[in-house]
């Protein structure tokens, strides 16, 4: 796997050919494949592919299916030499294209090796394209303003730049689109309560309210992964208080899911589904630059 040089300014990804390539020791491609929990059914997409060691991988340890780009011609051949050496030619093959020309679409899981510029010039284009649910793995460099929804670091023996040989993993998943303002209601008690959320969204950080009856409950719990969505909310004290979890998918304009309700010490659940009232742009949508993505 390779870190693409790019031209900074630009974005550009043309590079000298004889310029080095940067190895991904393979100790990390295997904790970032063990990280997006690949399976037997995704379809690996690796921009930057090097050698092509993460999609070999992939297809070799779970059987995946994927390919990888890369401007350097012969690496890209090294890469197709290495899936047939390997037995994988048919779930592993490369290109030698521009990132930035990549339908990446098809991903289920997404690779990354690039610079810290390449990630956020991409950032916008990977949020509008990838399917809510897509996995983002990427070594050493983070999305700015997109907290990761897991990162670690290790050592990673043979690393040829950085100090130490210690190799930083940042994860995302594509998150759906839930900000907006839904209604629904629900036999509770003999008799139907009427729900109202207001959720505001900064990538997969939710907050906002929730009106039960027309009395206002603070969200608690809130989290979005992928399109799947839970959060909670209480009203009353003591004996008189009521809790609501709700737990769901959404599905364009609509979530469908299961709500349990707590009411003096007895749970009950139901199915719950929502319809979306009034859209509203996730707050994220404002942070990316019109120019950000080529």
């Given at each position: 796997?390779?870190?693409?040089?790019?031209?900074?300014?630009?974005?550009?990804?043309?590079?000298?050919?004889?310029t080095?390539?940067?190895?991904?020791?393979q100790?990390?491609?295997?904790?970032?494949?063990?990280?997006?929990?690949?399976?037997?059914?995704?379809?690996?997409?690796?921009?930057?592919?090097g050698?092509?060691?993460?999609?070999?991988?992939?297809?070799r340890?779970?059987?995946?299916r994927?390919?990888?780009?890369?401007?350097?011609?012969?690496?890209?051949?090294?890469?197709?030499?290495?899936?047939?050496?390997?037995?994988?030619?048919?779930?592993?093959?490369?290109?030698?294209?521009?990132?930035?020309?990549?339908?990446?679409?098809?991903?289920t899981v997404?690779?990354?090796?690039?610079?810290p510029?390449?990630?956020?010039?991409?950032?916008?284009?990977l949020?509008?394209?990838?399917?809510?649910?897509?996995r983002?793995?990427?070594?050493?460099?983070d999305?700015?303003?997109?907290?990761?929804?897991?990162?670690?670091?290790?050592?990673?023996?043979?690393?040829?730049?950085?100090?130490?040989?210690?190799?930083?993993?940042?994860?995302?998943?594509?998150?759906?689109?839930?900000?907006?303002?839904?209604?629904?209601?629900?036999?509770?008690?003999?008799?139907?309560?009427?729900?109202?959320?207001a959720?505001?969204?900064?990538?997969?950080?939710?907050?906002?309210?929730?009106?039960?009856?027309g009395?206002?409950?603070?969200?608690?719990?809130?989290?979005?992964?992928?399109?799947?969505?839970?959060?909670?909310?209480?009203?009353?004290?003591?004996?008189?208080?009521?809790?609501?979890?709700?737990?769901?998918?959404?599905?364009?304009?609509?979530?469908?899911?299961?709500?349990?309700?707590?009411?003096?010490?007895?749970?009950?659940?139901?199915?719950?589904?929502?319809?979306?009232?009034?859209?509203?742009?996730?707050?994220?949508?404002?942070?990316l630059?019109?120019?950000?993505?080529?």
């Open positions: 796997m390779v870190a693409c040089l790019a031209a900074g300014a630009a974005f550009a990804q043309e590079k000298d050919l004889d080095p390539y940067v190895q991904t020791p100790n990390v491609v295997d904790k970032m494949l063990e990280i997006a929990k690949v399976r037997s059914d995704d379809y690996v997409i690796d921009l930057g592919s050698d092509g060691r993460m999609v070999i991988t992939a297809a340890k779970y059987g995946a994927g390919f990888g780009v890369d401007l350097d011609q012969r690496l890209v051949k090294l890469s197709n030499a290495h899936a047939a050496k390997a037995g994988v030619a048919k779930r592993a093959v490369f290109y030698a294209r521009d990132l930035f020309d990549t339908d990446v679409s098809p991903a997404l690779t990354l090796y690039l610079l510029d390449v990630n956020l010039a991409i950032r916008a284009r949020l509008a394209t990838l399917k809510p649910g897509t983002i793995v990427s070594h050493d460099y999305m700015g303003e997109w907290p990761p929804d897991f990162q670690m670091e290790l050592a990673a023996p043979g690393k040829t730049v950085g100090v130490g040989q210690r190799s930083k993993i940042f994860y995302w998943m594509v998150p759906g689109r839930a900000s907006g303002r839904w209604r629904w209601s629900l036999p509770v008690g003999g008799r139907g309560e009427e729900f109202e959320l959720l505001k969204q900064n990538f997969q950080k939710l907050e906002g309210t929730l009106g039960i009856a009395r206002a409950a603070r969200l608690e719990d809130a989290a979005l992964e992928g399109e799947r969505i839970r959060f909670a909310a209480a009203t009353g004290e003591g004996a008189s208080r009521t809790r609501y979890e709700f737990t769901g998918r959404i599905i364009n304009h609509a979530i469908e899911g299961t709500a349990r309700v707590t009411r003096g010490g007895q749970a009950t659940e139901l199915a719950w589904s929502a319809a979306r009232v009034e859209i509203w742009e996730p707050r994220h949508v404002g942070l630059a019109p120019g950000a993505a080529r």
